[in-house]
C-alpha cells in the first residue's frame, strides 16, 4: 500500500487546488492537441490528498463541505476540465460509500483512498433503452466460494484508465435490484479500453470498460438502489454539484484567456477610433456580458453546494427537493455560461483567434462536450414545475 496522503483542511485544500491548477494549466493545451492522457496529473492529485477531502472524519478523513469540494474542482477545471472531470466520479463513489456501505466496507475503502488509491467507474451503457436501463449482471458462483460472477459492457466510464479501484453499477441476479461491484483495474477479466473519440474532454479516458466472469466477493459488493427507495438523499445533487463545478470552470478558463488574447494579441477595428482592441466599446460590452453570465454561474455553484451541505445537516423531503432544485439552476446557469462564452471569445478576440495553432476551440469543445452529460432542458422543466405547482423533482442521480 502507498503511503498515507496529507488530510487537508479547507484553507490548505483550497491553496493546494490553487498551486496544481496552476502546474496544470501549463500543459492542458499540448495534452489535449496530442491527446496526452494525464496520468502523471492523477498521480499529483491523488498524492496532494486532495482526491480524500470528502472521506469522512470517523474514518480518519477531512470530511470537507460539499462548498469547499466545489471550489475545489472549479479550480482544477478552470486549469483543464478533463482533470475535473476525471475525479467526479471518484467523489461521488466516496459519497456512495458513506451512504450504503457497511462499516467494514467504508473502512477498507476509505482507508485505501487516504492511501492514495484512484476510483474510477463502469457505470452507464451504450445500446440500452435510457441512461438508467443497465444490463451488466452479478450471477452467484457455483462453486460455493460465497462469490459473484460479473458480466457486462459499459461505455463512457471516465476515469477507469487512471482507476485503481472501478465501482461497476450491475443488477444482482438477472432482474435484481442495483448494486456497486467493486473491481481492481488489474483483476481477470476486466479490459479497459482505451477507445474514447470525444470532440472536447479528449483526455478523460471516457472509453470502455468490458467485465468478462469477473470474479467479486460478496464483501466487494455494496448496495445501491436503496438510494433512490423514496428516502429523501443527496447522492444525485453532490454528483450534479461537480458537473457543475466544471461548467463554471470552462466558462472562467475561456473569459480569462479570452481577455489576455484581447489585451496582448488583437488589433483594433478601424472603425472604433481607439488604440487598443481592448478599449473598443463593442468589446467591453460583450465581456462586460459574459462577466456578468460567469458570476451569476459562479454564485449559482456556491448557493447549490451550500444547499447541499444543508440538506446534509438536516435531510428531509424538502431539504433535499431544495438542493435539487438549486443544483438544476446552477447546472443550467453554468452550462449556459460555459457554451456562450468559450464561443463568444472568437467574436470578441477577432479573426486571429481562430488560429488552429492557438487552439483556443477546446474551451468550446470541451464545454459542448461536458455540457451534454445530462440535458439542462430537464432541469429548467424541473424548475418550471415547481415554480408553476410546487412539485419538487424526482428521486434519481440526475438531478
Known sequence: ?????????????????????????????????????????????????????????????????????????????????????????????????????????????????????????????????????????????????????????????????????????????VDGPLHVAWVRATDPGVEIVDDWDGLGQRTTASGTVRLTGVRVPAARITGYHETFDGRPQTYGSFAQTLHAAIDAGIARAALDEAADFVRTKSRPHPDAGVERHAEDPLVVQTFGELELAVRAAEALLVVAARAVDAANADLTVESAGAASLALAAARVATSRAAVETSNRLFEVAGTRSALASLNLDRHWRNARTHTLHDPAAWKVQHLGRWAVGGVLPPSSGQI
Do not use: C
Not at 37 to 43: C, H, T
Open 1 to 173: 500500500m502507498s503511503a498515507p496522503v496529507p488530510v487537508l483542511d479547507a484553507a490548505r485544500a483550497l491553496a493546494e487546488a490553487t498551486r496544481l491548477a496552476a502546474v496544470i494549466a501549463e500543459g492542458a493545451s499540448h495534452r489535449d492537441v496530442h491527446r496526452e492522457l494525464p496520468r502523471a496529473e492523477v498521480r499529483a492529485l491523488a498524492e496532494s490528498g486532495l482526491l480524500a477531502v470528502t472521506v469522512p472524519v470517523d474514518f480518519g478523513g477531512a470530511g470537507l463541505s460539499v462548498e469547499t469540494l466545489a471550489e475545489i474542482v472549479r479550480r482544477i477545471s478552470a486549469a483543464d476540465p478533463n482533470l475535473g472531470q476525471i475525479p467526479q466520479s471518484h467523489f461521488a463513489y466516496v459519497n456512495a460509500l458513506t451512504l450504503a456501505a457497511d462499516p467494514e466496507q467504508q473502512k477498507f475503502f476509505f482507508d485505501a483512498v487516504l492511501h492514495g488509491a484512484v476510483l474510477g467507474n463502469a457505470q452507464s451503457e451504450i445500446g440500452t433503452k435510457h441512461v438508467r436501463d443497465i444490463r451488466t449482471t452479478l450471477t452467484e458462483a457455483e462453486d460455493g466460494t460465497g462469490e459473484w460472477i460479473l458480466d457486462g459492457v459499459k461505455g463512457y466510464a471516465t476515469g477507469a484508465l487512471y482507476a485503481d479501484w472501478i465501482p461497476t453499477l450491475a443488477h444482482l441476479g
